[in-house]
């Protein structure tokens, strides 16, 4: 059996769902008879059961949890299945002709490996040749793990491993980690002298000098020995500082831009159904915010903890060392003050998600209103959006204020606490030093209570305890935050693209454009098919034109041949060779498209018409930009060729877009050309320049056109209607007009009725 | 449409509604339509809101074959079969606890009692449970599955201050 750890793992331990499959269906998976099964995991009476449906190439049958046979049903018995989609819970029935046969629930979790189940069932009942790629259990735990896949990163394991993984991006620079973290803890060693020279300064040189056992001479020069020594220990502790900050934030600006760089070529690779379920917002700010905030933990928070450890850790020492019980004193409340901080961070971050909650809120009234600024004026509600905000942004100030209270309110308390520790060091050190003056005074001992240097010493100490614990515990929320970042940019390196390069895929340098789609089924989302077994053979050089109702299938077609996607079923050859075998570069340079929404990039027409060609030269520009009537409005704009079009080319119509975009469909010169519905957002003066430069494009070319307009398809060789995912019907405009009662000419027939209601109203 | 009621050609009037539509134990609703007998499903058209309110009958294809302006208007049968369908077709987890809400893996993970079990589930961390005007919290998971507290107030206390963070009621 083949064995999908990661996605087992994820099921098992996050889902908490049982991944022990019954023995049954172990078996018949280990006999390769196993085809496809999903859970019903909803009984009749919508309580959660563990039973499974599977499919064999004989059988549909039902397993309880414990893999008891509840079901067996003979394939041959069964004519046709039926999914009734509820809001959590979904009706699969199997019928014999009209007689129920089989039932059950299930809910959205199994959805996907449901959908798997019913596609391979139905292949089974038409007959159809089964192109299973992958073990039935590879299928079901993908299905179930997909959406948190698509959804986010969480194919990476647990924190911890985030964490080491985010750690491993600092082996390239090994070095250079090893160069700041030894800076970090010399500096924070450093650190600890100076307060211990000054307690050597009172006990070795004011107070002999005070009770006149050393000179005036001799206390000075110790005292600069000891200043020398403190003045060292300042510029050394500056110098470990200076290395370590220029290492480790130099260090985390490296480690960002690789990954920025590993992200964003990444995402080149990735699939055309990667972007489409992934907010455009969402993948700037991977590369951009969520590597900076990456850069911040690797160059200051890793080494913040690490100092904060070895400074606790140091001081906790000295401070035993220098006088144990008042040490104990200090030391013990410790823990519990790294308990209270840990506490309040977990206050503080129920708090900040009710803020984040109504900052979201806040902004989805502007993401709302800002965008539909036209329909909010004109529908005059202006005021009252004005007044939904002001809402929100009183409920915002509302949620803010509570967490200002709260920090406001915890941080003196914490403070107060220290600082009584703070006194009960003085309350019950004073004493000891004064024990150990008397002492002295009286048989010259140092044995006894405390010396005033150490005293000193032990208060400097003192304040230097609150930084590294308000650090340390602070420490969750920043391995949190960085480990939060850290799964949004590995999801990304970590998706495999869906449509790949075989190992031998041919380098296409010449296509003809002969393209055959034979049994492709297709779906987005793995249940709901798109294409439901399409076939059609188009020769080299012929104008197809693909028509039918919107959701069809059309576009999906196109997608297909431009290989956004592969198949699920069936094959797409391109001059006789599957187009898998292609290397997908090469092929789509033997590609042009043209779209409904022509995309221009910030940069000048020039520029944007050379996008295919960055080597066209001027002529060939020209030559382009005039087949694609777009020559004379360039030179019509003051800059001409050189124009800036700005974000998007906003700064053009639509339909002067549209051209420029033909322009740069003619200078790649591709064999097969795609034209999705190219003229339908523009006006008729500017559709009939557009089609002209169309009429030019087209020659000489392999030609899949999509068009709202029927009346622009009259010219293909041939039309494709689709409706519902499948090829309805196949000819000429002429030929498909005969056909009574046929699809495209109840279309003709609608277009050519609203065109004449469309007249009249005019007149 | 007539009367407030919104029919389709060839449709049953209210009056003899209640001979043309029927619950047939383990396998659904149907409906007499054009003089053959139809498997439909039952979708309300506002679910959360009003959801005895202006029903549609569908079939296979998810074209609507009538529409129930309101259930009450019909005799106890025709209501009794109405509700059977729409009780599966409107089925979601109703959330009797609120064992655990914490952030993981990016997501947010929900550990709850619902009315027919124990359950884990996650949602995006930018994606908040919507409050109705009535005080129902909805919350969607990754899969799709809805999950409903029809009464945030009758959770227990821990149940409530966990929610808290995340929807006002």
Request: charged share 25%.
């Amino acid at each position: 059996m083949n064995n999908q750890p990661l996605e087992k793992q994820f099921v098992k331990e996050v889902l908490g769902q049982s991944v022990d499959w019954p023995r049954h269906l172990l078996d018949l998976d280990r006999q390769g008879e196993l085809l496809a099964c999903a859970g019903l995991d909803l009984s009749d009476s919508f309580q959660f059961q563990s039973h499974w449906l599977y499919i064999t190439e004989k059988t549909v049958g039902v397993l309880s949890e414990s893999g008891e046979l509840l079901e067996s049903i003979a394939l041959e018995k069964i004519t046709r299945s039926n999914i009734i989609e509820g809001f959590s819970s979904h009706r699969l029935s199997l019928f014999a002709e009209d007689e129920l046969v089989f039932t059950a629930l299930y809910s959205h979790r199994q959805k996907r490996a449901m959908g798997q189940c019913v596609h391979i069932l139905e292949q089974l009942l038409e007959k159809k040749s089964l192109s299973v790629k992958k073990s039935a259990e590879d299928i079901y735990f993908e299905s179930v793990f997909d959406p948190y896949e698509k959804g986010h990163g969480t194919n990476m394991g647990g924190e911890s491993t985030v964490v080491w993984r985010l750690l491993k991006l600092l082996i390239p620079y090994k070095n250079r980690v090893i160069l700041g973290g030894i800076a970090a803890a010399l500096m924070t060693l450093v650190s600890l002298l100076p307060a211990y020279l000054t307690g050597y300064l009172v006990d070795n040189v004011i107070k002999p000098f005070q009770s006149g056992q050393l000179t005036h001479e001799d206390a000075m020069q110790i005292f600069a020995y000891t200043i020398i020594a403190l003045a060292v220990t300042k510029v050394m502790r500056e110098f470990f500082m200076w290395i370590r900050l220029r290492t480790m934030s130099i260090l985390g600006e490296m480690v960002a831009k690789d990954l920025r760089d590993q992200v964003y070529s990444h995402l080149h690779k990735l699939s055309v159904s990667y972007f489409s379920s992934k907010q455009t917002g969402s993948l700037i700010s991977r590369v951009s915010s969520d590597t900076d905030r990456l850069w911040d933990f690797i160059a200051f928070g890793v080494v913040e903890v690490m100092t904060s450890v070895i400074m606790l850790l140091g001081l906790s020492m000295v401070l035993l060392y220098l006088d144990w019980p008042l040490g104990l004193m200090v030391t013990l409340p410790v823990p519990i003050i790294l308990w209270s901080i840990m506490k309040h961070g977990d206050e503080m971050r129920g708090l900040f998600m009710r803020c984040w909650r109504r900052w979201s809120s806040m902004t989805d009234c502007l993401s709302d209103t800002i965008p539909g600024i036209r329909v909010v004026k004109a529908f005059n509600k202006g005021e009252d959006e004005v007044e939904r905000f002001k809402d929100r942004n009183q409920d915002c100030l509302n949620e803010f204020t509570g967490v200002h209270q709260l920090w406001t309110t915890f941080w003196p308390k914490l403070m107060l606490t220290i600082h009584v520790i703070v006194v009960g060091v003085w309350l019950f050190g004073v004493p000891r030093v004064l024990d150990h003056v008397a002492e002295f005074n009286a048989t010259g001992s140092t044995d006894v209570g405390l010396t005033p240097g150490e005293f000193v010493a032990f208060v400097i100490y003192l304040t230097m305890f609150v930084q590294p614990i308000e650090v340390i515990g602070q420490m969750a929320r920043m391995v949190n935050r960085a480990t939060s970042s850290a799964y949004r940019v590995f999801e990304i390196l970590d998706t495999d693209p869906q449509v790949v390069n075989l190992d031998q895929a041919e380098v296409v340098k010449d296509l003809k454009g002969e393209v055959e789609f034979k049994n492709v089924i297709f779906s987005y989302d793995g249940v709901r098919k798109i294409l439901k077994g399409i076939s059609f053979h188009v020769q080299p050089g012929e104008m197809i034109g693909l028509v039918g109702p919107s959701g069809s299938g059309k576009t999906t077609i196109t997608n297909l041949l431009a290989r956004f996607y592969d198949p699920q079923d069936g094959f797409i050859k391109v001059d006789g060779r599957n187009l898998n075998e292609y290397d997908q570069g090469s092929y789509r340079e033997q590609l042009g498209m043209v779209l409904q929404e022509p995309y221009l990039f910030h940069g000048s027409i020039l520029e944007n018409v050379r996008y295919g060609r960055p080597d066209a030269s001027l002529s060939e520009v020209v030559r382009a930009a005039r087949a694609a009537n777009a020559h004379e409005f360039i030179l019509k704009l003051p800059q001409g060729y050189d124009t800036i079009v700005g974000e998007r080319g906003h700064t053009l119509s639509g339909g002067e877009r549209q051209r420029i975009s033909i322009a740069r469909a003619i200078l790649r010169d591709p064999k097969i050309l795609i034209l999705d519905e190219a003229t339908s957002a523009v006006d008729t003066e500017t559709e009939k320049k557009i089609q002209q430069a169309l009429d030019r494009l087209v020659q000489g070319r392999t030609v899949f056109a999509i068009a709202h307009r029927l009346s622009t398809l009259t010219r293909a060789d041939r039309i494709l209607v689709v409706k519902n995912g499948e090829l309805v019907e196949e000819g000429t405009h002429s030929k498909l007009m005969s056909i009574e009662k046929g699809v495209y000419k109840k279309l003709v027939n609608m277009q050519t009725d609203l065109n004449k209601f469309d007249e009249t109203k005019e007149v | 449409m007539s009367d407030g009621k919104l029919e389709r050609e060839g449709m049953p009037s209210r009056e003899d509604l209640s001979r043309q539509v029927e619950f047939v134990e383990g396998r659904g609703l149907r409906l007499k339509h054009n003089d053959h007998w139809v498997w439909v499903t039952a979708k309300a058209s506002f679910p959360w809101t009003h959801p005895e309110e202006f029903i549609s009958l569908v079939n296979e294809e998810a074209e609507e074959l009538l529409m129930v302006e309101s259930l009450e208007d019909h005799v106890l049968e025709v209501r009794k079969a109405l509700k059977r369908s729409l009780a599966e077709a409107g089925f979601c987890f109703e959330i009797l606890k609120i064992t655990g809400v914490e952030e993981r893996l990016d997501l947010r993970e929900w550990q709850v009692e619902t009315q027919s079990g124990p359950r884990v589930f996650h949602t995006k961390v930018s994606h908040w449970p919507t409050v109705l005007d009535n005080g129902q919290v909805f919350v969607r998971d990754l899969h799709g599955d809805i999950y409903r507290i029809i009464d945030p107030e009758s959770l227990d206390s821990k149940s409530q201050e966990r929610l808290s963070a995340l929807a006002d009621f």
